[in-house]
């Protein structure tokens, strides 16, 4: 491809809307374009990027024994009703009418629509396991799309699903998948780990994301730096080995905290550890409102309290709702005398003599006791794991890396297949219901955390399996004949070899054909130009800096497949 004839509009400067490197170096680079928020046109170099991924990951779909197919983007309300995701899915779900009234949505994921055609087509355990993918658009209306590919609204995801005849059939469906993702991160050069997570609105039995580990990462990953453990910190458990405190302590009292609304302030001005303090924190959960208590020093984890009450949405109380129950202003909630239900933290067990919010301006109890005096309706794990909290599953010692969610597995067991009454007849002519997976896999986000994971400072560094062309052809001073006719013998050369070549015959200054080619990112960089042509060489240098070197003009050709070879 010659670089006058491509449409690549790199950037000099990182627009602001970027926050993230990845999404800096895709606009720079030319590859992407808002059309509006979490929406975006892949221009040529970024198209060609994204297809390499699904290249990639097609490659090792087909390999783990799973058929192409395409669903559609638009999927008639009715199947969302039949699993009750209609309502479930809350508002990332966009539904719109056609002119018969009739209610559709964009596909966020497609569980309905795949299990609604393997249940009018298979009837015999004999048809069993369909091992099926797409990639495919998706939409949902993500309450804030942001960093470019990683999180937009419309996306192309790679969707994957399975339906076995039995539990070990549908546990081999899932290792496939494990294996086959494993196998793409590795090939595009990705630092990853597998690590157990909530399962969010797919639902299921249990699940793996797949994370790449970047600084930059939406998701905090608790790793044990003793054994294999590691999962999203959203799931994370919590082992609490400590003994429920028998001690009481003196009645409570109320005294004045004046403007002390944060743990901190109130902490600071009572001369109490931040542990001594409970935190109340107000929910809307499905609609009910319920108090959350925990240690003055940890975070409270709302989607292991979703988990814990079943619910399908879990809110933090806006301030008025906060201020009707607790008839206070925000900063002074606390459990005493509160006429809603009460979850508290585990480890709350262990100790007495707390400070909590009074339910009034400007004041806090102090001597509280929670066994005493808060009508506690259950003790549960709510809370975000910590450093200092042991591994759930040897006790040793957690890291918390950051990491983007680039796959997610779920074993779904029966959950739509019981709800869609997918079903088939086994050996005796018995019904019984399909066992499911699916398995994601964010394409855009995807090319997004290779960029993430490898780029310099003027530019994305793509590993050869992903990257747009292998080889970057600069005829610097393409005006000297000289270098053209070289340029274009060796260009022609290397294209009737099979290598894909992008060649710079602009009539530019080597500054900014060097520059543009950083953005592009190509492995390889061959220049051919009026002194070394003098010399008698063409100069060969690797976008990571690996080696930079000549070559004989009459080598040129082998020089460069060999280096590609390598
Ligand atoms: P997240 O927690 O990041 O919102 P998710 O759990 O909602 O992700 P899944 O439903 O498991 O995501 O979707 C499968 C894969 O699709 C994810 O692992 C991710 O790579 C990708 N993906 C999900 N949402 C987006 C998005 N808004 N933009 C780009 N890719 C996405
Ligand atoms: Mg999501």
Redo the contacts with the bound molecule.
Sequence with gaps: MRFSSTYIPTLKESPSEAEVVSHKLLLRAGMVRKLTSGVYIYLPLGLKALENVQRVVREEMDAAGFSELLMPMVIPGDLWKETGRWEYYGKELLRFKDRNDRDYCLGP?HEEVITDLVRGEVRSYRQLPVRLYQIQTKF?D?IRPRFG????RE?V?KDAYSFDSSDAGADESYKLMYDAYCRIFKRLGLRFRAVEADT?S?GGNFSH?FMVLADTGEDTIAACTECSYAANVERAEVVWNGTPCTETCAPYEKVATPAAHTVEEVSAMLKVAPSQVVKTMLFVVDGKTVAVLVRGDREVNDIKLKNLLNATTVELAPAAVVEKVTAAPLGFAGPVGLDVPIYADLELQGATDYVVGANAADAHLVHVDLRRDVKVTAYADLRCITLSDPCPRCGGAIELPKGI????IFKLGTKYSDAMHAVYLDENGKENVMIMGCY???V??LAAAVCEAHHDDYGPIWPKAIAPWQVHLCAVRADNEEVRAFADTLYNTLQEKGVEVIYDDRSVSAGVMFSDADLLGVPLRVIVSPRNLKNGVVELTARDKSFSETAPTAEAADTILAKLAE
């Design positions: 994921t949902r993500e590919l990683m999180r937009g996306f995801m969010g797919i994301e969610e680039v796959g997610h994601g896999i964010g855009g986000r």
